[in-house]
């Protein structure tokens, strides 16, 4: 009887450390609103590039972006901005070398890939950042266009790279640019607002693929 008792005990306290394993709570992803002339968008940013999320977020919660344009747009692929000298930068000026004065460690991951609506870092060629560190401040939205999958089949010959039926499945219907995946960080998406990136990526620019209107951005935390 003693030793029924004992094995019951055990089995209820076996059961209750199962049960607090399987009840962890995984994480809030924060979010942020960035907005345009051209209209808003909700980005998500991900857990899984802790130390991308944490730069960024850092950064809107000191108003770093407010102000800031998107230097660089090609309609089919990305807008770009995040450079801190677009603030103030007179029209026509070429834009895109500043940031603040640190890099951070890519943090690649399969399951971030640049579908359309990725958020992803900017960096330096892989010449001068072998490592393919991110820029501390400027950073990407993919438009991209849609893939077939003899597109994406000579992609993987070129490049020596396997993309997923699942990743597929997106570029094929969604579109996006598969060509970066696991050579710049993915650290976000847009949850809301894709229809704000083909307008900003629409804008007529110079040779530099810059607006010839500017396009100014404001981005905020949301709860």
Known sequence: MKNLLYLAV??????CSATKKTS??????????????????VIRLSNKTPLHRDNFVKLVKEHF??????????????IQGGDPGSKHARQGQLLGEGSLAYNIPAEFDTALFHKKGALAAAREADAENPTKKSSAT???IVGGKTFTDAEMDKIEDKLHIKIPEN????????????FLDMNYTVFGEVISGLDVIDKIASAPTDGNDRPLKNIRMKIVMLK
């Open 138 to 140: 400027q950073f990407y």
């Open 167 to 178: 990743h597929r499945l997106v570029y094929r219907t969604l579109g996006g640019t598969p």
């Open 10 to 15: 055990l089995a209820f306290i076996v059961s």
């Open 24 to 41: 962890v709570q995984v994480p809030h992803e924060q979010r942020v609103m960035l907005t345009t002339d051209s209209g808003s968008m």
């Open 65 to 78: 972006f407010d102000s800031l344009l998107f230097h660089r747009v090609i309609r089919d692929f990305m």
